[in-house]
């Protein structure tokens, strides 16, 4: 029940209750006393003078003036509970529109010095404490990130320069091979890292413009034909619907690829991948899925988290950086859109990417 | 061949020097923009590789003012930030290539060779490599007297290394080109591509024309 409804009904039956005492309050007034002066003054006379109808008469009057007085006590109440109640929604709705992406907003105040104020106020300051340390935690994040980097391309050019030199023996030549494929690894996550830390304090600027996307898709195909082949995966473009979007062709054939080498990555010898390109209302929806080992549900809403490894994963068993489908992620949501994974009873992986449509004449 | 390095990172300023004299260049090196201007208007070099985030004066700033004074020596351009718009960015003012930090080695040596060829590029529309041709009109290819089916994508490809003939191409080099990906998507694409081209091309054929140099990229060439 909320606040409203039940300060309404408190405020009806107290209505309702002072209404009764009022009600019993003018009947002693109007007619006990008046009646028992008149007994007072006529007592000598005429006995018949009592009306016996006055009792019931006044009873008839308190509920059915009462009744419609409560009920229009509880219009009343239910409206007055709003007017006072709803800086309280207001504040609320303008708490919900706020979450980890726009912290720098604030709500506004009324300036009417009220509690309300003061409650907006003490929102408005743990806002600008949150808002502080998250963007901390960013700049540390991207700081880090570009940080790395130099000694990373030291690192990986020192060791490039170390292989070049013919004297190495097998031993000493295999130890600055494994170093290398580390550093790449390395090299991998520290850009994804960079990346999402940009994305995350905004300073990725998308190159928007109007994309074909079934092209993409298409493109996308051939390069999925070609992962496919050494674990002779069955590839299949069942739908490919001619769709515009309005999207970074870059960043959109990243995500494509992306999902594309994860449905192969993750997929069995002699497994297959099928994608589809669909209109679904105003929303072009991109599905993809994969045979494999399938994703637990418990480990399903974790998939997106940066560096989250499922049990697949582990081991070394695939390679990759543990943040391609948090920067899917970011690039669907960056334009707009939605992406779901869902793994059903038979083992089947199905990424659904959903971005709003442009239509082109 | 003489080629002006900008960095201010002194290890990685001294292997790259190492890793472009082993290949044959004459390499000098400045730590600052100023310097830099100072150096590529005083001598004439084949190409410059510039940092852009160097104290003082930066690569982007450099690379202006060499092009206002006209100064068109290639540039390649080297960045940790690795931002489309920085890429952008440095291309509209007047640089000729981007690499992005961390780079391997071979491909910063591979992009300042085909820097110094950019301007003497081949312009015939029959592009030949020992007894392989590609015509770049019909898009046919033959070895042998054989005609040789070639996808979109292999066609691309094999264009691009008969292009570059001789000259070692680096992986996002190749995804750059081919694939006009600017990023690294963490794929084994060209690993897998190029495997096809060269079950095409090289499987029924000798001598073997594409060859892989290890850990850095392809290269097409006649003899290993």
């Excluded at chain 1, 006393?33 to 308190?62: C, K, L, N, W, Y």
């Excluded at chain 1, 743990?126 to 808002?131: C, S």
């Excluded at chain 2, 068109?72 to 440095?90: H, I």
């Excluded at chain 2, 992986?171 to 694939?179: N, S, T």
Aim: with cysteine; aromatic share 6%; charged share 25%.
């Amino acid at each position: 029940m909320t606040i409203r409804t039940r300060l309404s009904l408190w405020y009806a039956s107290i209505m309702f209750i002072a209404l009764m005492v009022m009600g019993v309050l003018l009947y002693y007034q109007l007619v006990i006393e008046p009646r028992q002066e008149a007994q007072r003054h006529h007592r000598e006379q005429d006995e018949e003078s009592v009306d016996p109808d006055v009792f019931e008469d006044v009873t008839g009057i308190v509920f059915s003036c009462g009744i419609p007085a409560a009920l229009l006590a509880v219009a009343g109440g239910w409206w007055l509970m709003k007017k006072s109640l709803s800086p309280i929604a207001s504040l609320t709705r303008a708490t919900e529109r706020i979450t980890a992406q726009n912290l720098g907003e604030r709500l506004s105040r009324t300036d009417n010095g009220d509690e309300l104020d003061r409650l907006t106020e003490v929102f408005n300051s743990m806002l600008a404490r949150l808002d502080d340390s998250f963007n901390r935690i960013r700049e540390f994040t991207l700081h880090a990130s570009h940080e790395l980097k130099t000694p990373l391309t030291v690192l990986r050019g020192e060791t490039e320069t170390a292989l070049r030199d013919e004297s190495l023996s097998l031993a000493e030549r295999e130890r600055a091979d494994s170093q290398l494929e580390e550093l790449h690894r390395l090299t991998k996550i520290v850009d994804g890292l960079t990346l999402l830390a940009k994305a995350d304090a905004g300073q990725v600027a998308l190159n928007l413009e109007v994309i074909p996307l079934d092209e993409l898709v298409r493109d996308n195909f051939a390069d999925l034909q070609i992962l496919a082949e050494p674990q002779a995966i069955k590839v299949e473009l069942a739908a490919c619907e001619k769709i515009s979007v309005r999207g970074d062709r870059h960043r959109l054939r990243q995500l494509l690829l992306n999902l594309a080498d994860n449905a192969v990555k993750y997929n069995q010898p002699q497994g297959t991948v099928t994608m589809s390109l669909h209109r679904a209302g105003d929303v072009a929806e991109f599905k993809i899925s994969n045979t494999g080992a399938g994703i637990p549900a418990e480990v399903l809403p974790r998939v997106f988290d940066r560096f989250y490894r499922g049990d697949a994963a582990h081991g070394n068993a695939v390679d990759g950086c543990g943040l391609g489908l948090s920067i899917a992620q970011w690039i669907v949501s960056a334009h707009n859109g939605s992406v779901k994974i869902e793994s059903g009873s038979a083992k089947l992986v199905t990424v659904t990417v959903r971005l709003p449509i442009v239509e082109t004449k | 061949m003489r080629v002006l390095v900008v960095e201010d990172e002194k290890k990685t300023a001294s292997f790259v020097r190492k890793a472009l004299q082993a290949e044959g260049f004459a390499v000098d090196i400045c730590h600052n923009g100023d310097d830099a201007l100072a150096a590529a208007s005083a001598t004439p070099f084949d190409a410059l590789v510039l940092d852009i985030m160097l104290p003082g004066r930066d690569g982007l700033g450099v690379l202006r003012v060499l092009r206002e004074r006209k100064n068109m020596t290639p540039v390649l351009l080297l960045s940790a930030r690795g931002e489309v718009n920085e890429r952008v960015e440095g291309l509209n003012a007047g640089a000729d290539d981007y690499l992005p930090k961390p780079f391997e080695l071979a491909e910063l040596v591979a992009r300042v060779r085909a820097l110094m060829r950019r301007s003497g590029e081949n312009k015939s529309t029959t592009l030949r490599v020992a007894d392989l041709t590609l015509d770049t009109l019909t898009h046919k290819a033959q070895r042998g007297g054989a005609e040789i089916e070639l996808t979109a994508r292999e066609y691309r490809l094999l264009e691009f290394l008969m292009r570059s003939a001789g000259r070692l191409c680096g992986r996002m080099m190749i995804l750059e080109k081919v694939w006009d990906y600017n990023f690294d998507p963490g794929t084994n694409l060209v690993d897998v591509y190029v495997r096809r081209v060269r079950e095409k091309i090289d499987a029924n054929f000798e001598p073997k024309l594409l060859h892989t140099v290890r850990g850095s990229g392809y290269v097409l060439k006649e003899t290993p």
